[in-house]
């Protein structure tokens, strides 16, 4: 027998589990059904497709009994794929997905005391020790003669020693501790059979002694003869629900076959239920999570939707299935259509394949459409959500531009929380030629920033666009409706506020007074332009319609991308104001050189970048003040 040591973060994973989905603990029944129900899709799918497995002829079951008195266990028992030596080593002494690990490592202590989190991947297996003091895992893989025994305590190492077993299969035995009496139950398995697992697509047996009393007979000591049956029933529906008729599915139906089958504790926000039929015939049942996966804006996120052909499991491992963009769906696709034997590369490029993919695109985005329409409440809890990755589908799906362009939404200077392109455009007042937006900070930074003012007098809206793909993706826009998107943060939207009753008067004056500030601050800027759009402000920095944006380039530069040194910015001036008078006044240099440097450097603190020199910036705006 061999001992071997978890990795360290399983032992970091189980104690997160315990302690965490505590409150919850019932679900490791579910997680342990749904294990077994993928090893009999995966040896269903083999018998059809693998040379060696070809024919294999089995009949796919899951077998729950339990035993009562001083030392109770509960076992689950399938004739799955099974799994030999190596399988047990790597799938129950590590943690198998990267995306859980990274996951793990990004949680803060205070964040892993908050179980909806935890309940958001899947802890699978390792539930089991939620309720159990000991596990014991008997498994033979399919068309291997020997089995082996995998057993633990869950406290850093697990052991390893040959054994034998009838079939092909795993049994899992759960010595129950005191946390887990009461699963040791004929109603209570039912009852969670029935709660989480009731469309598992084979059938769950349960055996179970029963007692019956007849009074009729009687023992040798005279008292009514007792007798046990044993006996075996089956406890769940185990129908594919999405083959049903929608109209006799119950939304708890749904809700529950959501859970039962995505690792989620949280039911769906909404679900989508499609019967195609025709040229091509498939159905389609889609979920969107309540909350976003954690793993959402990971690049090895786990995909949310299995292929199905004819019911016969196919791969839950497809990122191809849907668009990255769609990655937060989950949920099947099951194909009339396709062979069975369907590999990841003919996939690709299955006709069938991809219009049934182009078809479920379309429908999502037509019922995302639909709800932001008649349910406002729920299409903004979506949006919460999700905004982001539709976001990146404005950019990486053609097709679907213009309904992405009504789905997508953005925060508002006139605006409280989210608002779409179309209610913009309604709120428009007729002199206003184009769509404003300003890119490139946190929220709270550009809603404060001073080239807002103008904007604000005139009665224009600005989209406040403070996600970081904004900058990306509004550059891809274009145009909505044939209105120009125009970032007020660059050089080409100036040219729209100026109208007849704000002259910008080119006098020999204000030239004069731009040509001192340029020579004061020399090689800093890359144009000193008046402004005809500051009211309130000296002074504002803007870049040149072709370059990134001030906040853009720090961002690039904080991920070690892009040398900036020499996009230089344009500076606005305000020739109203107070301080730039001044300028225009004084004929003492040095004076002039230091008034034009804070002017500079405050236009683009209000920017939220700090000055090249903070402390030669404190120094003149010290000595400024104390003249
Ligand atoms: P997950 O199911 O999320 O992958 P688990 O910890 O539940 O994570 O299981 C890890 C792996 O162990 C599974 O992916 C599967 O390969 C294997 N496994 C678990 N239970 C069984 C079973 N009953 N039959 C065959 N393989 C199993």
Same mark, same amino acid.
């Given at each position: 027998?061999?001992?071997?040591?978890?990795?360290?973060?399983? *032992?970091?994973?189980?104690?997160?589990?315990?302690?965490?989905?505590?409150?919850?603990?019932?679900?490791?029944?579910?997680?342990?059904?749904?294990?077994?129900?993928?090893?009999?899709?995966?040896?269903?799918?083999?018998?059809?497709?693998?040379?060696?497995?070809?024919?294999?002829?089995?009949?796919?079951?899951?077998?729950?009994?339990?035993?009562?008195?001083?030392?109770?266990?509960?076992?689950?028992?399938?004739?799955?794929?099974?799994?030999?030596?190596?399988?047990?080593?790597?799938?129950?002494?590590?943690?198998?997905?990267?995306?859980?690990?990274?996951?793990?490592?990004?949680?803060?202590?205070?964040?892993?005391?908050?179980?909806?989190?935890?309940?958001?991947?899947?802890?699978?297996?390792?539930?089991?020790?939620?309720?159990?003091?000991?596990?014991?895992?008997?498994?033979?893989?399919?068309?291997?003669?020997?089995?082996?025994?995998?057993?633990?305590?869950?406290?850093?190492?697990?052991?390893?020693?040959?054994?034998?077993?009838?079939?092909?299969?795993?049994?899992?035995?759960?010595?129950?501790?005191?946390?887990?009496?009461?699963?040791?139950?004929?109603?209570?398995?039912?009852?969670?059979?029935?709660?989480?697992? $009731?469309?598992?697509?084979?059938?769950?047996?349960?055996?179970?002694?029963?007692?019956?009393?007849?009074?009729?007979?009687?023992?040798?000591?005279?008292?009514?003869?007792?007798?046990?049956?044993?006996?075996?029933?089956?406890?769940?529906?185990?129908?594919?629900?999405?083959?049903?008729?929608?109209? $006799?599915?119950?939304?708890?139906?749904?809700?529950?076959?959501?859970?039962?089958?995505?690792?989620?504790?949280?039911?769906?926000?909404?679900?989508?239920?499609?019967?195609?039929?025709?040229?091509?015939?498939?159905?389609?049942?889609?979920?969107? &999570?309540?909350?976003?996966?954690?793993?959402?804006?990971?690049?090895?996120?786990?995909?949310?939707?299995?292929?199905?052909?004819?019911?016969?499991?196919?791969?839950?491992?497809?990122?191809?299935?849907?668009?990255?963009?769609?990655?937060?769906?989950?949920?099947?696709?099951?194909?009339?259509?396709?062979?069975?034997?369907?590999?990841?590369?003919?996939?690709?490029?299955?006709?069938?394949?991809?219009?049934?993919?182009?078809?479920?695109?379309?429908?999502?985005?037509?019922?995302?459409?639909?709800?932001?329409?008649?349910?406002?409440?729920?299409?903004?809890?979506?949006?919460?959500?999700?905004?982001?990755?539709?976001?990146?589908?404005?950019?990486?799906?053609?097709?679907?531009? $213009?309904?992405?362009?009504?789905?997508?939404?953005?925060?508002?200077?006139?605006?409280?929380?989210?608002?779409?392109?179309?209610?913009?455009?309604?709120?428009?007042?007729?002199?206003?030629? *184009?769509?404003?937006?300003?890119?490139?900070?946190?929220?709270?930074?550009?809603?404060?920033?001073?080239?807002?003012?103008?904007?604000?007098?005139?009665?224009?809206?600005?989209?406040?666009?403070?996600?970081?793909?904004?900058?990306?993706?509004?550059?891809?826009?274009?145009?909505?409706?044939?209105?120009?998107?125009?970032?007020?943060?660059?050089?080409?939207?100036?040219?729209?506020?100026?109208?007849?009753?704000?002259?910008?008067?080119?006098?020999?004056?204000?030239?004069?007074?731009?040509?001192?500030?340029?020579?004061?601050?020399?090689?800093?800027?890359?144009?000193?332009?008046?402004?005809?759009?500051?009211?309130?402000? &000296?002074?504002?920095?803007?870049?040149?319609?072709?370059?990134?944006?001030?906040?853009?380039?720090?961002?690039?530069?904080?991920?070690?991308?892009?040398?900036?040194? $020499?996009?230089?910015?344009?500076?606005?001036?305000?020739?109203?104001?107070?301080?730039?008078?001044?300028?225009?006044?004084?004929?003492?240099?040095?004076?002039?050189?230091?008034?034009?440097?804070?002017?500079?450097?405050?236009?683009?603190?209000?920017?939220?970048?700090?000055?090249?020199?903070?402390?030669?910036?404190?120094?003149?705006?010290?000595?400024?003040?104390?003249?």
């Amino acid at each position: 027998m061999k001992q071997r040591k978890f990795k360290t973060e399983v *032992s970091e994973l189980l104690q997160l589990i315990i302690h965490s989905l505590y409150s919850n603990k019932e679900i490791f029944l579910r997680e342990l059904v749904s294990n077994s129900s993928d090893a009999l899709d995966k040896l269903k799918y083999l018998s059809l497709t693998d040379e060696k497995l070809k024919g294999f002829a089995f009949e796919p079951r899951i077998d729950i009994s339990f035993t009562e008195g001083d030392k109770r266990t509960l076992t689950i028992s399938d004739n799955g794929l099974g799994m030999d030596e190596d399988d047990l080593a790597n799938n129950l002494g590590t943690i198998a997905s990267s995306g859980t690990k990274k996951f793990l490592a990004s949680l803060t202590e205070e964040q892993k005391k908050d179980s909806n989190l935890i309940g958001q991947f899947g802890v699978g297996f390792y539930s089991a020790f939620m309720v159990a003091d000991k596990v014991e895992v008997i498994s033979r893989k399919a068309g291997e003669e020997i089995a082996h025994k995998w057993s633990s305590t869950g406290k850093g190492t697990y052991s390893l020693e040959e054994t034998t077993r009838e079939e092909q299969g795993t049994t899992i035995t759960l010595y129950l501790g005191e946390e887990g009496t009461e699963f040791a139950n004929r109603w209570q398995i039912q009852q969670l059979v029935k709660k989480y697992s $009731d469309h598992v697509a084979f059938p769950i047996f349960l055996s179970y002694d029963q007692e019956s009393v007849d009074d009729k007979k009687k023992d040798k000591d005279g008292n009514p003869l007792k007798t046990v049956e044993h006996k075996v029933e089956q406890i769940n529906n185990s129908s594919a629900l999405w083959r049903n008729n929608k109209n $006799d599915i119950t939304p708890e139906e749904y809700n529950e076959f959501y859970k039962s089958s995505s690792y989620d504790s949280e039911d769906p926000l909404f679900y989508i239920h499609t019967k195609a039929e025709g040229a091509i015939e498939y159905t389609t049942l889609f979920f969107i &999570p309540a909350k976003a996966p954690f793993d959402m804006n990971q690049a090895d996120y786990r995909p949310g939707v299995k292929l199905f052909v004819k019911r016969v499991y196919i791969t839950d491992d497809d990122k191809e299935l849907l668009p990255t963009y769609l990655r937060f769906v989950r949920g099947i696709i099951d194909s009339e259509d396709l062979p069975l034997n369907v590999s990841r590369e003919i996939l690709q490029q299955n006709r069938v394949m991809s219009s049934i993919r182009n078809a479920s695109v379309k429908k999502l985005l037509s019922e995302f459409q639909k709800i932001s329409e008649q349910n406002p409440d729920k299409y903004a809890t979506f949006i919460e959500q999700y905004n982001r990755p539709l976001k990146e589908g404005l950019y990486s799906d053609y097709a679907n531009r $213009d309904t992405l362009l009504e789905l997508v939404r953005f925060k508002s200077s006139t605006e409280d929380g989210y608002v779409s392109l179309a209610s913009y455009k309604e709120r428009m007042s007729t002199d206003q030629k *184009s769509i404003y937006y300003i890119t490139g900070g946190k929220e709270s930074t550009l809603k404060a920033s001073p080239l807002l003012e103008a904007y604000r007098k005139r009665g224009f809206e600005v989209l406040i666009m403070s996600d970081d793909i904004d900058d990306i993706v509004v550059g891809s826009i274009g145009t909505y409706k044939d209105l120009p998107l125009k970032a007020i943060n660059k050089s080409g939207a100036v040219d729209d506020l100026k109208s007849d009753e704000e002259p910008v008067e080119k006098t020999k004056e204000s030239k004069k007074l731009i040509k001192k500030i340029k020579k004061a601050l020399g090689d800093k800027v890359k144009d000193v332009v008046i402004s005809s759009r500051l009211v309130e402000s &000296p002074a504002v920095v803007v870049v040149d319609e072709n370059d990134p944006s001030v906040q853009m380039q720090q961002l690039l530069k904080s991920m070690g991308q892009g040398d900036f040194e $020499d996009i230089k910015p344009i500076l606005e001036v305000n020739i109203e104001d107070p301080m730039v008078k001044k300028i225009e006044a004084s004929d003492d240099d040095e004076y002039v050189a230091d008034l034009c440097s804070v002017l500079l450097d405050q236009a683009l603190l209000a920017e939220g970048v700090m000055p090249k020199d903070p402390v030669a910036f404190t120094k003149k705006l010290h000595s400024l003040l104390s003249r």
